[in-house]
């Protein structure tokens, strides 16, 4: 090869289209001398577009799913807290009526018009009444 002769290589694999020059010819800087088949190229570009619209809808889904799940969380949460709010509430006022119930065996009773009352007092899980 002399010093004028350069060896000519495709940056892309491919199948020759055409070649429009011959072997030996001069040709100038920026010359196009073959044109590579781009029916499998073109095939490759619309199935990396394809690949890529796909991606672009599952992570439309993926974002999809994320709010809905951070939307059911927050409502899960929110019923959590009312049921909790709840048994609190219910707590309360279980311990209230035992309180009310404690008290009611310390109350006084009028039995007559006279002013005679009886009052129950706990001893030992017996009740022992007084005047």
Known sequence: MDANQV????KVQGLLE?????????VKSGEVIATLDTA???ADVEADRATVENLRAQLAQSESNYQVALNETTGDLASAQARLDMAKAQLAQSEA???????????RFKLSPVGFALSPILIRSHMRWTA
């Open 7 to 10: 060896v000519v290589s495709p």
């Open 40 to 42: 499998e190229l073109n």
């Open 18 to 26: 055409r070649l429009t020059v011959d072997e030996g010819s001069s």
């Open 97 to 107: 009526q035992l309180k009310r119930t404690e008290a009611a065996r310390f109350i």
